[in-house]
C-alpha cells in the first residue's frame, strides 16, 4: 500500500504510506538512541502473523472502548484531500483511513486489545475469516444476517459478485490486484483478460472461478492455494460495493456506504462531512464503533498548521484530531519530551518504506551507470530534518521493511547508513565514465512544505555529482495518481510502500513485477527485469514463510544492488496528537497511525 497518498496491513496497513520520507541520520528531531530497543521490539511484533478468528471472534458488537460516551462533533485536520472514495480504487493510506468509517468488506482486522497491538481476522460482513478444507485453493464465505447498504437494501452474494467483477473493469485502475490474479490464475496484469469489459456487458466470471449459489453464499475457487486470502479481503480495496448503486466511473465520487457513518457532503480540496448510518447494526459489526456524531474535515492543514492548532487546545479544536498527518518536524522534539503532551499523543513503527524511483521507461536512465550515479549521489539526511529526525526516521537500506520477515539491517549498498549526505564524488565519476556529466533530471516531488524542503536540497546533493536537476511540483492529492502515469515525464520522484500483511510476498510482486506495469499501477520504476518477474513466480510459490521471506530478501537485495531502480531512502515511524477533549486515542499497528473506529469525543 502507498503512504501519504498509499499502502499497511491487508485493510489498514496500507493506510500510512504515502507522504514522507525520513531517515535517522540527522538530528532534525531528538536522539533516537533512547528508543532503538522500543522500535526493535515494535516492529519484531508486528512480523508476526495473525489469527484468523472463527464465528464467535466474528459477532458484533464490538468491545465497548473504557469511559467512551455518544455524542459530539469531531474536527478531522487533513494535509490531503481525497482522490478515490471507490473502493476498488483505494489504496493509499489516507483513503484506506477513511474507508475503516465507510466501508465494510468480508473480512477485517478486530483489535483484541485496548493498546492497538494485538488484532486478529474477522468475518466483518461474513460470518467468520473465512473455511477452506483444501489447503486455500477453494474458500467459503456466508454473509451475516441484518448487513445492509446505507440506503437500505440488504447486502447479498450478487453484490459480492458484483464488487469482485468490476476490478477486471478497465476503469478501476489504482486499486490492489491480488484477488483478481489469483482468480486469474496469472501475473502481471493479464488477469483483465478473464473478464474484459467487468459485468458491465452482461458477462460474469463462471462459477469455476466465483460461485454464488444463494443469496448468502460465496465461494472463491483457485487453481493455486492462496492461505493468504483472508488478509486481502481485509483491505479497503475488496470491500462491498452495491450492484444496484454501481454507477462504475462515477462511484468514484457518491459511493453507497456500508460502514457506521456516510458521506453527508463533500467539496473536494476543501472539505468532508460524515455523520451517523443509520442502516449500520452494531450487532453485525465487530471491529467498529459509532460514538462520534459527526466527523468535519478541513483539507490543505499542513503538518504545521494542524500541530499548531492541536497544540493550542482551544475552541473546536480541543475535539480536533488528524487521521494521517503527523506532528511536523519543528516541534516533534517537543512534543515528545512534554510530559503535559503524553495523554494526547501517540507514535509507533509503520510498514513504510521510501524510495526514490528512477523511471525505467525513459532512455538515458537505461544505462545502469547513471542510476548508480543517482543512488550515490542522493543525500537522505535532507528526508530526515524536513519530516523531524530519528524521531520520525531511520535510513533504510534495502527495501523490505523492519516490520516485515525477512528484513535484513546489514544490507546497505549505497553506504546511506554511514553516509546519509550521499558521496557526490563517487557520483561525479560514475556520471562521467557514462559520459553524461550535466545530463538533466527531471524530479517531481509533492507540493507541501516537507516536499519543498526536502527536494530542493536533494537536489542540490544530486548537482553536486554533475546532474542537471530540474525540480517539478505535483499536487499531494494527486500525487500518486500522476506518478503512476506511464507517460509521466519525471526521472526521479518519491514514494513510499508498506506490505499489505506481513510479508514481502505484497512488497516485491505489486512493486517490482514487470507484468503489472499499466496506468494507475504500482510499479512506478517501472522495471521489468526477467530475473526478478521469474523469481517472484519461483518464491511465490515457497510454502514456507520462513523459506520465503529469506528468498524475498535475496531478491530484494539483487533489485536494489544489481537493477539500481530504485534508492531506498527511510524506514517510517508515526507521530500524532489531538486534543483534549478527544477520547479513545489509540496509534493501531495496522492502520499505521490514529484508530478511527474507537474515537469519542469526551
Not at 493506510?15 to 531528538?30: H, N, W
Not at 468514484?252 to 473536494?268: A, C, E, H, L, N
Request: net charge positive; hydrophobic share 35%.
Amino acid at each position: 500500500m502507498s503512504r501519504g497518498g498509499r499502502h499497511v496491513y491487508a485493510a489498514l496497513s496500507v493506510l500510512a504510506a504515502g507522504a514522507l520520507v525520513l531517515t535517522g541520520c540527522s538530528k532534525g528531531g531528538s536522539d533516537a538512541s533512547d528508543n532503538s530497543s522500543k522500535d526493535k521490539a515494535n516492529a519484531a511484533r508486528q512480523q508476526k502473523s495473525i489469527k484468523f478468528g472463527d464465528t464467535a471472534d466474528s459477532t458484533g458488537p464490538a468491545a465497548p472502548v473504557a469511559g467512551a460516551k455518544s455524542g459530539g462533533t469531531m474536527e478531522v485536520l487533513q494535509r490531503d484531500s481525497f482522490a478515490h472514495l471507490d473502493p476498488g480504487q483505494i489504496y493509499v493510506s489516507d483513503e484506506m483511513a477513511l474507508s475503516q468509517l465507510i466501508h465494510r468488506g468480508l473480512t477485517g482486522y478486530k483489535a483484541t486489545s485496548t493498546d492497538g497491538k494485538s488484532h486478529e481476522i474477522v468475518g466483518d460482513l461474513a460470518t467468520d475469516s473465512g473455511t477452506t478444507t483444501d489447503g486455500g485453493k477453494t474458500w467459503k464465505y456466508t454473509l451475516k444476517d441484518g448487513i445492509k447498504f446505507q440506503d437500505g437494501t440488504p447486502i447479498t452474494s450478487a453484490d459480492i459478485r458484483q464488487t469482485v467483477e468490476r476490478l477486471f473493469a478497465p476503469f478501476i485502475n489504482q486499486g490492489p490486484s491480488y484477488l483478481q490474479q489469483w482468480l486469474a490464475n496469472t501475473s502481471g496484469a493479464d488477469y483483465r483478460k478473464l473478464l474484459p469489459d467487468g459485468p458491465y456487458k452482461g458477462k460474469h466470471l463462471p462459477s469455476s472461478v466465483l460461485e454464488t449459489p444463494d443469496a448468502k453464499t460465496i465461494i472463491f475457487h483457485f487453481k493455486t492455494p492462496h492461505s493468504d486470502l483472508p488478509y486481502a479481503l481485509a483491505m479497503a480495496g475488496y470491500s462491498v460495493v452495491s450492484a444496484k448503486g454501481d454507477t462504475q466511473a462515477k462511484y468514484d465520487k457518491t459511493p453507497v456506504v456500508t460502514g457506521p457513518y456516510k458521506i453527508q457532503s463533500f467539496k473536494s480540496g476543501k472539505s468532508m462531512v460524515l455523520v451517523k448510518n443509520t442502516n449500520w447494526d452494531p450487532k453485525t459489526d465487530p471491529i467498529r464503533h459509532q460514538y462520534v456524531d459527526q466527523f468535519n474535515f478541513t483539507f490543505n492543514q499542513q503538518f504545521e498548521t494542524s500541530t499548531k492548532a492541536l497544540l493550542a487546545d482551544s475552541g473546536a479544536d480541543q475535539t480536533g484530531v488528524s487521521f494521517s498527518n503527523q506532528v511536523d518536524a519543528g516541534n516533534l522534539s517537543s512534543v515528545l519530551k512534554d510530559p503535559k503532551m503524553k495523554s494526547r499523543t501517540i507514535s509507533g513503527y509503520q510498514p513504510y518504506v521510501g524510495q526514490m524511483n528512477i523511471n525505467m521507461s525513459h532512455p538515458a536512465l537505461k544505462d545502469k551507470t547513471v542510476r548508480e550515479a543517482i543512488a550515490y549521489a542522493l543525500p537522505i539526511t535532507p528526508f530526515v530534518r524536513a519530516f523531524g529526525g530519528t524521531d520520525a526516521m531511520e535510513v533504510a537500506g534495502g527495501l523490505i521493511s523492519p516490520t516485515v520477515s525477512g528484513y535484513n539491517a546489514a544490507f546497505d549498498p549505497f553506504g546511506k547508513k554511514k553516509t546519509p549526505a550521499g558521496d557526490p564524488a563517487k557520483a561525479k565519476a560514475l556520471l562521467k565514465k557514462a559520459g553524461k556529466l550535466g545530463m538533466k533530471l527531471t524530479f517531481g516531488y509533492a507540493n507541501t512544505p516537507e516536499g519543498q524542503q526536502y527536494s530542493t536540497a536533494m537536489a542540490a546533493g544530486l548537482k553536486k555529482a554533475g546532474f542537471n536537476v530540474q525540480r517539478q511540483e505535483i499536487p499531494a492529492e494527486t500525487y500518486y495518481d500522476q506518478v503512476s502515469k506511464l507517460d509521466n515525464n519525471y526521472d526521479i520522484f518519491h514514494t513510499a510502500w508498506g506490505a499489505d500483511w506481513p510479508s514481502a510476498s505484497t512488497v516485491i510482486p505489486p512493486l517490482y513485477d514487470g507484468r503489472v506495469i499499466a496506468d494507475g499501477a504500482q510499479n512506478y520504476s517501472q522495471i521489468n527485469d526477467p530475473k526478478v518477474n521469474s523469481e517472484i513466480d519461483r518464491i511465490n510459490k515457497i510454502t514456507d514463510p520462513v523459506k520465503a521471506a529469506a528468498e524475498w530478501e535475496k531478491l530484494d537485495e539483487y533489485i536494489v544492488k544489481d537493477v539500481v531502480n530504485v534508492v531506498p531512502t527511510a524506514y517510517y515511524k508515526q507521530t500524532q496528537i489531538a486534543g483534549s477533549k478527544v477520547g479513545g486515542l489509540v496509534y493501531d499497528d495496522v492502520i499505521g497511525g490514529v484508530d478511527p473506529r474507537r474515537l469519542f469525543v469526551k
